[in-house]
């Protein structure tokens, strides 16, 4: 059982780079998302989804894209990498609705992106 | 929009001890999830305990146990016997049940526990 897989889990960008993180899972979850984490400011939500070809922002979405084509995916592309957006990221997944472990949010193991 | 509020950076506690941390929110919705997760040095995320907010009932999971004031819009978590293994960063977070399933994180506390 996969869950939830990034990748990769580090990558070294020159400022104006693109890149896309790669995000999947296996549990045929509606909710998508994902996080950025930086010291002393907890998980912050960049973008997020509810089901295919759904997408909205979360609180910190300037300089990330993302999409929705299938279930499984929802890769996070930086058009032009910045050093603000060095981070650690986070891809996470959750079923909608009520009942069974219901709201457990199931996330990837992170990926560290160091944008110079 | 919803905020979840964490005003305790950083907290030590004693081996076998008690300590509880602290989590606020502030949301105009009446249904809502509310957690608690833990993320050791290994980075990883591991829930640790969930309050739906129609239930008026205190959840618990074995050491763990939360106060949820719904009214106050408090959601505290209480750790008993305080281990060596408890020490991490603990996130609480807030998922809305509006249709956005939209999850909010605070800022976190990080505790210590001292043998």
């Known amino acids: 059982n996969a869950g939830v897989t990034q990748t990769p889990k580090f990558q070294v960008l020159k400022t104006g780079q693109s890149m896309t993180l790669q995000c999947a899972q296996d549990?045929?979850?509606?909710?998508m998302s994902w996080y950025r984490q930086d010291p002393g400011m907890g998980l912050r939500l960049i973008h997020y989804s509810v089901g295919a070809g759904i997408t909205d922002q979360g609180e910190v979405p300037n300089g990330y894209n993302v999409s929705r084509s299938t279930t499984e995916d929802f890769p996070l592309r930086l058009l032009s990498a910045a050093p603000s957006q060095t981070s650690v990221y986070f891809c996470a997944s959750s079923r909608r609705g009520r009942g069974g472990n219901t709201g457990e949010l199931f996330f990837g193991e992170g990926s560290r992106l160091t944008v110079l | 929009a919803q905020t979840v509020t964490q005003s305790q950076p950083e907290m030590s506690v004693q081996e076998a001890e008690t300590v509880t941390l602290s989590c606020t929110y502030d949301t105009s919705e009446s249904d809502y999830y509310l957690f608690w997760y833990k993320q050791p040095p290994s980075r990883q995320m591991i829930l640790v305990i969930r309050q739906e907010a129609y239930k008026q009932q205190n959840a618990t999971e074995n050491r763990f146990s939360v106060n949820f004031q719904k009214a106050a819009k408090s959601f505290s978590l209480k750790i008993s016997d305080s281990q060596l293994g408890d020490a991490a960063m603990y996130f609480c977070a807030y998922r809305s049940e509006g249709g956005t399933y939209k999850y909010i994180f605070g800022t976190g506390t990080r505790l210590k526990v001292l043998a």
């Open positions: 549990m045929n979850h509606e909710y």
